[in-house]
């Protein structure tokens, strides 16, 4: 059997008893840093008697065969740095392999920064999405964005922490400066710290670079919020273009049905189109 274990995000005390007992039984451990889980079960008072394998990101393709291999006869614990396996680290992919295989998979639950981050903010819980970090790139970073202006769940980002002011000045630009949003960091640890307010007050808030792990926690998008139904409108004139409805037709028709301008739509979806 695979089992999946969630490890502290930063407060070893939240490390649960089937925790304690998995790493001190388990005849193989996959770990995204085999240093730092050793260092972890140290700190823990486990002592270590399964074999240690590293199981991370780059070797995750070729690595991954083997443990399943591994996990038909023996029990085989997957671990990363901190917090569930497979989410936004190695490990779905084994899972699917597993699955495939008919080899058997469970879950030992335990802390979440995405979870945590999210209770903290005090932004809606109802609905949300998790969507990793953004990309490095400065283009590419504005169009993640610029396509969940519309999404109307809480969404959850993980964050450099060189990289937090200018990720919120993007984001504000992007959103909206006035959108709501919440900045954890060091979550469960000593120096945990949570800032709510709107994107602007943040990024400036957040100006001078901080150290730490970081997750933003960005409210949805309102239904009558302007950015949110501009970006729609847009999304359904390039659908009509696409279908070779000429552009001034295709803005002018969901300019009529959305309550928008023409004009300023058609300006909209024109530097949309000359952008791509």
Do not use: W
Not at 85 to 106: C, K, M, N, Q
Not at 169 to 195: P, Q, W
């Amino acid at each position: 059997m695979i089992v999946l274990a969630a490890t502290p995000i930063g407060n070893d005390e939240d490390a649960s008893p089937r925790l304690r007992s998995e790493i001190a039984e388990a005849e193989v451990i996959a770990a995204e840093d085999t240093r730092r889980f050793l260092n972890l079960a140290g700190r823990l008072g486990i002592e270590v008697r399964g074999r240690v394998l590293s199981y991370y990101e780059h070797n995750e393709e070729s690595r991954g065969s083997y443990l399943v291999e591994l996990a038909r006869t023996q029990r085989v614990l997957v671990v990363t740095d901190a917090g569930m396996p497979s989410i936004s680290d190695p490990g779905y992919r084994l899972v699917a392999r597993a699955h495939e295989a008919g080899v058997g998979v469970t879950v030992i639950p335990g802390p979440s920064a995405v979870l945590t981050a999210l209770a903290l903010s005090g932004l809606a819980t109802d609905r949300f999405s998790f969507e990793g970090f953004l990309a490095r790139k400065s283009g590419e970073q504005r169009s993640q964005l610029e396509a969940l202006v519309g999404e109307e769940r809480t969404m959850v980002f993980f964050e450099s922490p060189r990289r937090l002011t200018e990720s919120l000045t993007v984001m504000a630009e992007v959103f909206g400066a006035e959108r709501e949003a919440c900045v954890c960091r060091e979550l469960t640890k000593v120096y945990e710290e949570s800032r709510r307010g709107s994107l602007g007050e943040l990024a400036e808030i957040f100006s001078d670079q901080v150290r730490g792990e970081i997750v933003i926690v960005v409210a949805g998008a309102s239904r009558h919020d302007e950015k949110r139904n501009l970006a729609c409108a847009l999304t359904h004139v390039r659908k009509l273009s696409e279908l070779g409805v000429r552009l001034k037709d295709a803005t002018r028709y969901v300019a009529e049905r959305e309550g928008l301008r023409s004009r300023e739509l058609y300006e909209a979806a024109l530097a949309a189109r000359n952008k791509s």
